[in-house]
């Protein structure tokens, strides 16, 4: 019997903006730890028996960062399924278990990608106790003990008419309820958090899906059908794909099947969906503060303080949110922060690039940090790993001035090769082909001046790329 674990990397996480971002969202990040959330999800995997390697189902545009994560800490996945759009959890896991039952009908345990569980052991134990369960044909949802009247959650009812046994069938899914509502589910113990976890073979859940949904099924299939893999990257037909409905696990499957079973989890869950969850499962000073990096407090109570780069000092405040990027300050009372959508939304209908990116941008070579842009100008500082190279390419509308402070640089340079290092330069005109490459064994940095007409991404035409991108 293989344990297959699929986790859903697909999520924006707008209500933790300015940190998360359409193009590098919370699942990227390290909020919790010095791992990034989806690192976590993954290496509380280790330890379980018959646990093979995850399959991740992530958006395309997250394809690299997903791999490289996963390097990261010495894990490579069995398949990263990338999605040309969103289409919910539904069609998401269809397409794992289509690809796991095309091989071996392996049990599923379907992880979201950006959940912070405190207790390993107690989520290995549950996990443990849900496996019979869904070999025999169960669908099993992970339940949260809950700890509060939440309202931020949906909740599974569970018929506890035996208190002896540790899996009960669910009686009903119900939406996030108003705060008196939540309290009487509290108070009467048969109401659970849904984690949004799952456990079940990926024959039945398929079985489920057809006799519910079949035409989210159908999609999928056709989907897959013209599958073609890239490195680790498992690309579908688009067009295939793009029809399929929007649908969830609950509304498609959970909530309609007579197999639905749910196990209790005791193991400090959450799903860190805004910044008030997040300081709810962070340190905390005397004064009920949290503060990660270069923070001074004075006269402060039950706030969390977050700085990536600057000195943040509060003065006579209390239950606010404070953080900090390269480019955005976030200010927000920890009663209001639900809202921070709202600012996403708002830069998002202006077009201003703080929505998707930060100034600090990655790419499968490594990395580049906008420092300073004006008037038919732009410098960067760019990094480049150890063996990567750029794409071949020229620029119709800029020129270019590599000078490198760090390492070695191969530079093709029109029909030239030159080998640069500390302190060295060389000079690209507009539409010169070229091309950079670190052939050392460490970072290669560089600052890199373009002046022109035009400064945008967009205005590159690649001849070779070692990753594949058009």
Not at 243 to 257: F, G, L, R
Not at 310 to 315: E, G, H, P, R, S
Request: negative net charge; hydrophobic residues 40%; glycine residues 6%.
């Amino acid at each position: 019997m293989t344990l297959q674990p699929i986790i859903l990397s697909g999520g924006s996480g707008s209500r933790l903006w300015p940190q998360s971002r359409s193009l590098y969202p919370k699942q990227f990040l390290a909020l919790v730890d010095d791992h990034t959330m989806l690192q976590n999800t993954v290496t509380r995997l280790n330890g379980l028996s018959y646990i093979s390697v995850p399959v991740v189902i992530a958006n395309e545009e997250h394809r690299f960062l997903v791999a490289e994560q996963l390097r990261q800490i010495d894990t490579r996945a069995e398949a990263i399924i990338l999605e040309p759009v969103g289409r919910n959890t539904a069609p998401a896991v269809a397409l794992a278990a289509l690809k796991a039952v095309s091989n071996e009908d392996a049990v599923l345990l379907v992880l979201a990608a950006d959940h912070a569980i405190a207790s390993k052991d107690a989520f290995h134990a549950a996990i443990e106790a849900a496996l019979p369960a869904a070999e025999c044909g169960k669908l099993v949802t992970f339940g949260i003990v809950p700890s509060s009247p939440e309202t931020g959650y949906g909740y599974i009812k569970a018929d506890k008419s035996d208190d002896n046994v540790s899996i009960m069938n669910v009686m009903q899914f119900v939406e996030k309820p108003d705060l008196e509502t939540a309290k009487q589910y509290l108070a009467s113990g048969n109401y659970f958090w849904n984690s949004g976890m799952f456990m079940f073979k990926a024959s039945r859940y398929l079985e489920e899906l057809g006799r519910y949904r079949p035409d989210i099924l159908a999609a999928c299939q056709s989907a897959m059908e013209v599958q073609h893999t890239d490195l680790d990257f498992v690309r579908l037909n688009e067009e295939a794909f793009k029809s399929c409905p929007d649908d969830s696990i609950d509304y498609a499957v959970m909530e309609k099947t007579a197999d639905a079973v749910v196990i209790p989890l005791d193991a400090g869950w959450s799903d860190v969906g805004s910044w008030s969850s997040l300081a709810d499962i962070s340190n905390k000073d005397n004064l009920g503060n949290s503060t990660l990096g270069d923070t001074l407090l004075h006269d402060t109570r039950n706030t969390y303080v977050r700085s990536e780069k600057k000195l943040i000092a509060t003065v006579g405040v209390d239950d606010l949110i404070i953080t900090e990027t390269d480019d955005s300050i976030l200010v927000a009372h920890k009663d209001k922060v639900q809202d921070v959508k709202k600012i996403v939304e708002a830069l998002k209908a202006s077009g201003r690039s703080e929505a998707k990116l930060h100034r600090k941008v990655y790419r499968p070579w490594g990395c580049y940090d906008s420092i300073d842009a004006g008037e038919r100008f732009q410098v960067k500082r760019i990094t480049v790993k150890p063996g990567a190279q750029l794409s071949l390419q020229k620029h119709y509308h800029r020129a270019e001035h590599w000078i490198v402070v760090k390492g070695t640089a191969l530079v093709t340079n029109g029909d030239k090769q030159i080998l640069l290092t500390e302190n060295q330069s060389t000079y690209i005109p507009i539409g010169e082909v070229h091309r950079l490459e670190n052939p050392g064994k460490f970072d290669l940095e560089l600052i890199e001046v373009q002046s022109g007409s035009y400064l945008g991404e967009d205005d590159i035409v690649r001849f070779e790329d070692t990753y594949g991108r058009s």
